[in-house]
């Protein structure tokens, strides 16, 4: 059997390359492009390994190494926690883009007959892989990016009741609600009714008036004793009640952009 040692070594270094600047962009490292190349041809190195009789367990710890030494040229080592989230990250995107295109090679390369799997049918070849594997790899990035950008407004929020009874919600800031009671400029943080409905019972509401778009009307409110998000208390506070749920995944409270300091 030939081995092209060379056309080996670019499928290595330009996988090693995606992987890195998916990385990249995923942590928003700042990384010039020599410094993605350096590391992509150090992780080009394991072709090596090929024409040395080593078992699995050796080869396991040799790609932990090649891995980290990947890491250490492309991204430098600055502190341990942000060496480890390079690795981490870097094992994960692997095992997205391998997964992906294991599930392709099978599609296409394999057809069944109940659960009997039989190979029939066209491989993935080298120019797909290349010209697939960028595709995979942007909308990969381009998800994460977009889920990080959400996740990183979600808050556990704890309401401290008039009655001393506790809850703790799931939070969004939201830089739309701009809400404030125009009697003392409280702001508003909105919560579903349906969640805090056992805890309010006889407490006293305010109606406060507000203005969005075109549309005016009144939001029904109750005072609180506090809020307490990420260990920082909120005390002139309103709580605006919402009978209607929030489509926002997981969500029951929506915080008001005017508190300062979440």
């Known amino acids: 059997m030939k081995i092209y040692v060379d056309l080996l070594f670019f499928i290595n270094v330009f996988f090693d390359f995606i992987l890195l600047l998916s990385v990249s962009l995923i942590l928003r490292r700042n990384v010039k492009i020599i410094r993605l190349i350096l590391g992509a041809l150090v992780g080009g190195i394991s072709i090596v390994f090929l024409f040395y009789n080593i078992n699995s367990l050796q080869l396991f710890f ?3 190494i090649i891995a980290i030494l990947m890491c250490l040229v492309t991204f430098k080592f600055i502190d341990i926690k942000y060496f480890i989230k390079n ?3 870097l094992y994960l995107v692997s095992i997205v883009l ?3 295109l294991y599930f392709l090679n ?3 390369s394999y057809k069944n007959n109940g ?6 049918g066209l491989g993935i070849n080298l120019i797909f892989i290349i010209v697939v594997t960028p595709i995979i790899m942007f909308f990969y990035v ?3 990016k977009k889920l990080k950008n959400i996740y990183s407004k979600y808050y556990k929020v704890e309401i401290i009741f008039k009655n001393d009874k506790k809850i703790l919600l799931n939070g969004y800031l939201d830089t739309g609600n701009n809400l404030k009671d125009p009697y003392k400029n409280r702001p508003i943080v909105l919560v579903e009714y349906e969640k805090i409905k056992k805890y309010i019972e006889g ?3 305010l109606l406060v008036p507000y203005h969005v778009l075109n549309r005016s009307d009144i939001l029904r409110c109750i005072k609180v004793n506090k809020l307490i998000i990420n260990n920082k208390e909120y005390f002139n506070i309103l709580i ?3 009978f209607n749920k929030f489509f926002i995944d997981g969500i029951n409270c929506i915080l008001n952009n005017n508190m300062e300091g979440i």
């Open 203 to 205: 407490s006293k509401e």
């Open 87 to 89: 690795i981490l990250y």
């Open 240 to 242: 605006g009640l919402s």
């Open 115 to 120: 659960l009997i799997f039989y190979h029939e």
């Open 106 to 108: 099978i599609e296409f």
């Open 98 to 100: 391998g997964g992906f």
């Open 142 to 144: 381009n998800e994460q």
């Open 62 to 64: 040799l790609k932990i």
